[in-house]
T-cell receptor, first 117, second 116 residues
Framework: DAGVIQSPRHEVTEMGQEVTLRCKPI?????LFWYRQTMMRGLELLIY????????DSGMPEDRFSAKMPNASFSTLKIQPSEPRDSAVYFC???????????????FGAGSRLTVL | GNSVTQMEGPVTLSEEAFLTINCTYT??????LFWYVQYPGEGLQLLLK?????DKGSNKGFEATYRKETTSFHLEKGSVQVSDSAVYFC???????????????FGSGTRLSIRP
C-alpha cells in the first residue's frame, strides 16, 4: 500500500482565496482524520469520519472550514475564504475499524503545508 | 479526563549520548500507550507501542516500558544518532470496548536535535 496520500504538498495562496486539500486514505481503513499542526497550538484534531460519515467536527475552527468524504477513498478539506492565520501543516490520517488489528493506530500522510499571504 | 504530559523541548544531545524523553499520563483503566516520531517535512509515524502494564515497546533502538504504578511511558535510547533528530510525541488510546484511533490523545511533542 502506498500509505495515506495527500495533495498538494505545498500551497501558497492569497488571503480570501479558496483552498482545497485532498486525501486518499489507506484502502480498507474505516476511519479518516484531519489534523492541523502549528508551532503555537501543536497538533489539533479538526474532524474525523467513520465509513465516510462525519462523526465529530468539534475541532473545526469556524464556518470557513468544511470537510467532505464522498467515498471511501477520497476526502477533502476546504477553507473558504482563507486567512493568514490558517497557515499551518494539515495532516490526513486513517485507521482500521474498531476491533480490527491496529484499530487504535493512526497512519499519517506527509501533510499539506499551507501558506496564506 | 485523559491526558498526556511530556517533557518540554527542545532537547539537544551529542551523537552517541543516552536519551530519555519523559512521558506521564492520566487515564482510567489500562490505556494503550504510544510513541510517534515526526521527521522533518514528514507526517507522524508510529515508533513503538505497549498495550498493558509492564509491556516494553521497542523499535529502531528505542524502548519504552509501560509503568502503571508511576503512570509513565518514558522513551529511551542508549546511543542516539544524528538521524534520530525529530519531534517525538507520546500518546494514549483509552481502554475498553470500542476503542479506536478516534480517541487518541497526543502530548505536545518534544523536539530532539542531535549534534554530530
Amino acid at each position: 500500500d502506498a500509505g495515506v496520500i495527500q495533495s498538494p504538498r505545498h500551497e501558497v495562496t492569497e488571503m480570501g482565496q479558496e483552498v482545497t486539500l485532498r486525501c486518499k486514505p489507506i484502502s480498507g481503513h474505516d476511519y479518516l482524520f484531519w489534523y492541523r499542526q502549528t508551532m503555537m497550538r501543536g497538533l489539533e484534531l479538526l474532524i474525523y469520519f467513520n465509513n465516510n460519515v462525519p462523526i465529530d467536527d468539534s475541532g473545526m475552527p469556524e464556518d470557513r472550514f468544511s470537510a467532505k468524504m464522498p467515498n471511501a477513498s477520497f476526502s477533502t478539506l476546504k477553507i473558504q475564504p482563507s486567512e493568514p492565520r490558517d497557515s499551518a501543516v494539515y495532516f490526513c490520517a486513517s485507521s482500521p475499524r474498531q476491533g480490527a488489528p491496529g484499530a487504535n493506530v493512526l497512519t499519517f500522510g506527509a501533510g499539506s503545508r499551507l501558506t496564506v499571504l | 479526563g485523559n491526558s498526556v504530559t511530556q517533557m518540554e523541548g527542545p532537547v539537544t544531545l551529542s551523537e552517541e549520548a543516552f536519551l530519555t524523553i519523559n512521558c506521564t499520563y492520566t487515564a482510567t483503566g489500562y490505556p494503550s500507550l504510544f510513541w510517534y516520531v515526526q521527521y522533518p517535512g514528514e507526517g507522524l509515524q508510529l515508533l513503538l507501542k505497549a498495550t498493558k502494564a509492564d509491556d516494553k515497546g521497542s523499535n529502531k533502538g528505542f524502548e519504552a516500558t509501560y509503568r502503571k504504578e508511576t503512570t509513565s511511558f518514558h522513551l529511551e535510547k542508549g546511543s542516539v544518532q544524528v538521524s534520530d533528530s525529530a519531534v517525538y510525541f507520546c500518546a494514549l488510546s483509552p481502554s475498553g470496548q470500542g476503542s479506536s484511533a478516534s480517541k487518541i490523545i497526543f502530548g505536545s511533542g518534544t523536539r530532539l536535535s542531535i549534534r554530530p
